[in-house]
């Protein structure tokens, strides 16, 4: 089984910056790509970035040029360092967690959500 857990969420001023992180742990074989959801009030749930083993990201168009994502494969940790922060980032951020668990099992794992509060 294998464990995401999120921290660095809060209430930032709009134009203000975070940094999210998300440590995987259990049974990783291997780690192939790790992405950064989130979820606005009555909204879906949309992919902000992602970042495969390596280092080759993906951005929605919304966060473009405002987001980084990053990624330490030895700490199977995953960042997210968000500048220029705007009310309508306001969202549960989510980490996913994509490969293969001991065993090769598949490995689709979920964090529990970090709340970013951007105030106006």
């Known amino acids: 089984q294998v464990q995401l857990v999120e921290s660095g969420g809060g209430l930032v001023q709009a134009g203000g910056s975070l940094r999210l992180s998300c440590a995987a742990s259990g049974s990783i074989f291997r780690i192939n790509s790790m992405s950064w959801y989130r979820q606005a009030p009555e909204k879906q749930r949309e992919l902000a970035a992602s970042?495969?083993?390596?280092?080759?990201?993906n951005y929605a168009d919304s966060v473009k040029g405002r987001f980084t994502i990053s990624r330490d494969n030895s700490k199977n940790t995953v960042y997210l360092q968000m500048n220029s922060l705007k009310p309508e980032d306001t969202a549960v951020y989510y980490c996913?967690?994509?490969?293969?668990?001991?065993?090769?099992?598949?490995?689709?794992?979920w964090g529990q959500g970090t709340l970013v509060t951007v105030s106006s």
């Open positions: 996913h967690a994509e490969g293969w668990s001991i065993g090769f099992k598949p490995l689709d794992a």
């Open positions: 970042i495969i083993s390596g280092s080759s990201t």
